[in-house]
């Protein structure tokens, strides 16, 4: 975070610094799945404690996860119910070309909502003991992923307005931005359960 705050603000090797923190989280992201997988599949250490406990763990994780989106949401929707006379009293603020929203935005909602069905289905195929089903499933949902992050990019690059252009740009990169990381996390986690759903560390 520190090295993304110091590139965004064009300090001295602030790049280099957000370079060096991406792989550190990828590389903790790997040594933790390491670990997990080691524990479960090869020492059996995941008794019914422990398992209850990474559920519970999850559990609190997307509870926090509620909370830091509502915030978020709250400063959204408190500007727009309330615009300030410094952006002409109006939502969208008077000066800005804003996205349409029935062009990308609506596209990645829908490509969304069926990942979100398609993972749904790879769940039910690993209960029901289907590897192949969860297979194909799981693949389709890395697809539909994958698909939104780059739709995500293209949007904001195309982007008539920057982070920087008062509140609304603000909401609109801090929300979205943080939602296409949760997103690119998911990925990640979506790509180790299908590598391990494809060497059988499932039951």
């Not at 991406?22 to 479960?40: G, N, P, S």
């Not at 559990?59 to 300030?84: C, K």
């Not at 000066?95 to 062009?103: G, M, R, V």
């Amino acid at each position: 975070t520190f090295g993304g705050v110091c590139f965004m603000h064009g300090y001295k090797g602030g790049f280099f610094l957000f370079q060096l923190g991406f792989v550190l989280v990828i590389f903790l992201m790997y040594c933790w799945w390491r670990d997990v997988i080691r524990e479960a599949t090869f020492e059996g250490q995941h008794t019914t404690s422990v398992s209850n406990g990474l559920r519970m763990g999850m559990l609190l994780f997307i509870l926090s996860e509620v909370m830091f989106f509502f915030a978020f949401f709250w400063a959204f929707f408190h500007s727009s119910f309330n615009p300030h006379p410094f952006i002409g009293g109006v939502w969208p603020p008077a000066f800005l070309t804003i996205l349409d929203p029935w062009k990308v935005p609506l596209l990645n909602t829908i490509l969304l909502l069926s990942s979100g069905a398609s993972v749904t289905w790879a769940h039910h195929s690993i209960v029901w003991g289907s590897k192949f089903h969860a297979l194909v499933s799981l693949t389709i949902t890395i697809c539909l992923a994958v698909i939104f992050t780059l739709l995500q990019v293209f949007e904001y690059i195309t982007a008539p307005f920057t982070i920087s252009d008062g509140v609304y740009g603000s909401t609109f990169y801090l929300a979205t931005g943080f939602h296409g990381f949760h997103v690119f996390i998911g990925t990640c986690f979506l790509a180790v359960c299908s590598l391990r759903l494809f060497f059988n560390h499932y039951t």
